[in-house]
């Protein structure tokens, strides 16, 4: 894959009705050049995937078949295209979050379900919070601190792709400081149809309800697109007491050696493309 395919994908995001926008292919891009792949026909782009390292633990997302090409195993050898590739790269865990209609694709391949995720749909109202808020703006210095909480919530030193979210959107990275200390962190980015929020990740409840509360209020007025670990009843349950509903399913699979999550400071991941 190169650049000149990103309007290509996006019309295959489209046709899927993701979330994706140009900036989120080329963020892929620029962190695995050499990861990414297109599946060709007479020339046009029928199928894409995403392969991304984070040391020993590897992302594959994007993973998207023009409707026309489908049954034709089109997923399976960009799929095994990719794994090769990983392996070759002495990986030794491949995660990725299945869509329904992906999950049979990833079972063939040896992967296993590891946890569910809910996304969450939903308009925070203008005007509903205060103008003070302990959240505050998180500077370039506090990056890797942020960092640290994110591999401790997702086993996976991400720093590359927070790096590169933080520099995109700067203004969206928020964290909440106790005691001198950082409880957590929130981001987000701008989406096809939605704004989504993530990573946020807190130490506890409270924590995570300031971020949740501070990152939504932010976008108050437009949609706004969550994945939530299903296992994080805290996290589910002020969503839906502010009237977000789930819109849909997600199911995280590995391949390979487990991880050790913590799903309690995960309160809202990045997205399914890495996790």
């Not at 391949?109 to 203008?126: D, I, S």
Request: charged share 25%; hydrophobic share 45%.
């Amino acid at each position: 894959m190169t650049e000149a395919d990103v309007p290509r994908g996006m019309e295959l995001t489209a046709q899927a009705g993701w979330n994706q926008t140009s900036l989120d292919w080329l963020r892929c891009l620029a962190l695995e050049p050499d990861g990414c792949f297109v599946w060709e026909e007479h020339g046009l782009v029928v199928g894409t995937v995403t392969a991304c390292r984070f040391g020993p633990v590897a992302w594959i997302g994007l993973v998207l078949v023009d409707a026309a090409y489908r049954r034709r195993g089109i997923a399976t050898a960009l799929m095994e295209h990719a794994l090769t590739y990983l392996v070759d790269g002495r990986v030794e865990t491949v995660r990725l979050d299945a869509t329904p209609l992906g999950r049979p694709v990833y079972e063939k391949l040896g992967f296993v379900a590891e946890y569910e995720l809910t996304r969450y749909e939903g308009v925070w109202p203008k005007g509903a919070d205060p103008a003070l808020s302990p959240v505050e703006a998180a500077d370039r210095a506090f990056w890797p601190e942020l960092a640290a909480w994110d591999r401790a919530a997702t086993a996976t030193d991400r720093l590359p792709l927070l790096d590169r979210l933080f520099t995109e959107q700067p203004t969206a990275v928020r964290l909440l400081r106790g005691q001198g200390t950082v409880e957590g962190f929130s981001a987000g980015r701008p989406g096809r149809l939605a704004w989504q929020v993530g990573p946020c990740v807190a130490r506890d409840e409270a924590a995570g309800i300031l971020l949740l509360r501070d990152a939504l209020s932010r976008q108050a007025g437009q949609s706004v697109f969550l994945d939530v670990p299903t296992a994080n009843e805290a996290a589910r349950r002020f969503l839906e007491e502010h009237g977000w509903r789930p819109q849909r399913m997600l199911l995280r699979m590995r391949r390979g050696k487990p991880l050790r999550d913590n799903l309690a400071l995960m309160w809202s991941c990045f997205g399914p493309e890495k996790g």
